[in-house]
């Protein structure tokens, strides 16, 4: 398998790379926050540990914090077809085998080990995921050794002059799957990896172990980590009711998702504590929270509606609001449908619903320009006024995105609609009072 020089600067990767890192961090995006830029050293040997939740758009959003071109570790099953491996190669992704693509594939990855040293080894940057694969929850999972291989195998090969650092990075996503949501990317303070080298000569088994357990503990403090498989739900739950009264205790003016994730690790920890210290409150409160995320699907409600509790004025001014602006959608959706929806319908084919994302993105970047160009096309043919084509085209994407956000207003309006009419039956009390009881018992604890 021959990899080419996929750790050297590429003026073509800079120049291919600009449009869908514009799409990506502008349109696709409503905000990527980022923290810990300042932890990224000039140069290598440094390997990159991000979690990994989302597939492609884990790396893209990676990349596209900063003007650099680090080197990719990737599930080899991708690597489908000689196209695709040039192209990925191009992209300075490499493939890395696992038990699942055969014994005889594994043989494989010594090669790719090797050629992994030499990328640090030339002091770039390298990317390897450790969970070694992706899924769309708030929790680490195991993490492999093979992150730490290579980084002790780049040391030996430099007679333990290289200095390689391991870097966490947390990756968060207000929602995996939707259009127009907010993402994070914290990078985490880089960890040495001499501090482990004696060690390593003297027990290599153990010195992987515990410098996995490091990166482990450094990696979970940057993202939302619930360990609690079988409270998961009610762990998630939690975070929505709690996360705001956490924001604004701790005087942060805007609940946004930066502080939500702050809020999230917050509850965890309140949870956690909880479960250890008292068994009697963690079970009263995880019935509470299954009667509460159980009443708000019945009622087809989120927990911003009941805890918000609009009043009719204000009920009022959002509906004549949609009502006036409904012209606008109507523009847009008209003029956006087959890029947008397209899409959607293409990736319920694939399988792994982790990557419709990614998929909906790369498909995004194909329709979207060509599409665009076709209305333009018609605009120059029926239409002589460069002011009316210019003014249309622009409004386009505008709208579309308008329309898009419009949709998700009036399934919110209703919501209130339907709470402000229905708040005085049972069900909608016996929420209401659910959640004084939920936010009182973390009160106590917070």
Not at 272 to 292: G, V
Not at 317 to 339: E, M, Q, Y
Request: charged share 25%; hydrophobic share 45%; glycine share 4%.
């Amino acid at each position: 398998m021959k990899f080419g020089n996929v750790e050297e600067q590429s003026w073509l990767y800079s120049l291919v790379k600009i449009f869908p890192i514009a799409v990506h961090n502008y349109i696709f995006y409503r905000k990527i926050y980022t923290s810990g830029l300042e932890n990224i050293p000039d140069e290598g040997a440094v390997i990159f540990a991000p979690n990994h939740q989302n597939a492609l758009m884990d790396a893209l959003i990676l990349i596209s914090v900063k003007n650099w071109q680090p080197v990719f570790m990737a599930r080899a099953d991708i690597f489908a077809g000689q196209c695709i491996r040039r192209f990925l190669f191009f992209c300075k992704i490499l493939p890395i085998f696992r038990i699942r693509d055969g014994k005889e594939s594994l043989k494989q990855n010594n090669l790719i080990f090797q050629k992994a040293v030499e990328v640090l080894k030339k002091r770039r940057f390298l990317v390897i995921y450790p969970e070694a694969s992706h899924k769309g929850i708030h929790r680490l999972r195991p993490l492999k050794k093979g992150i730490t291989r290579i980084a002790f195998m780049a040391e030996e090969a430099t007679n333990y002059n290289l200095g390689v650092k391991i870097i966490p990075v947390g990756i968060s996503y207000q929602d995996y799957y939707d259009f127009r949501t907010d993402a994070m990317i914290n990078f985490g303070k880089p960890i040495n990896v001499e501090d482990y080298i004696e060690l390593y000569k003297e027990n290599p088994q153990k010195a992987n172990h515990e410098l996995v357990e490091q990166v482990k503990k450094e990696l979970s403090t940057l993202i939302i980590d619930i360990q609690d498989s079988e409270n998961y739900d009610n762990f998630e739950t939690a975070r929505e009711v709690f996360a705001p009264y956490i924001i604004r205790k701790s005087g942060k003016l805007i609940n946004n998702f930066k502080n939500q994730i702050f809020a999230g690790k917050e509850v965890v920890k309140i949870l956690n504590t909880i479960k250890d210290s008292d068994s009697e409150c963690f079970n009263e409160l995880n019935t509470l929270l299954k009667k509460y995320r159980e009443g708000l699907t019945q009622t087809n409600l989120s927990d911003r509606i009941i805890r918000k509790k609009y009043k009719i004025l204000g009920i009022l001014l959002r509906t004549i609001i949609l009502i006036s602006t409904f012209p606008i959608n109507v523009f847009g959706f008209l003029n956006n449908f087959v890029p947008y929806h397209l899409p959607f319908l293409l990736t319920m084919r694939v399988k792994d619903r982790n990557f419709h994302t990614s998929v909906r993105f790369a498909l995004y970047l194909i329709l979207f320009p060509v599409f665009y160009g076709v209305i333009f096309w018609l605009l120059c043919k029926y239409s002589s006024s460069w002011l009316f084509r210019a003014f249309y085209i622009l409004l386009v994407p505008i709208t579309g995105i308008f329309s898009h956000r419009y949709y998700a207003y009036v399934k919110k309006v209703a919501a209130m609609w339907k709470m402000f009419f229905n708040k005085k039956k049972p069900i909608y009390r016996t929420l209401e009072n659910i959640r004084e009881k939920i936010v009182e018992i973390f009160k106590k604890h917070y």
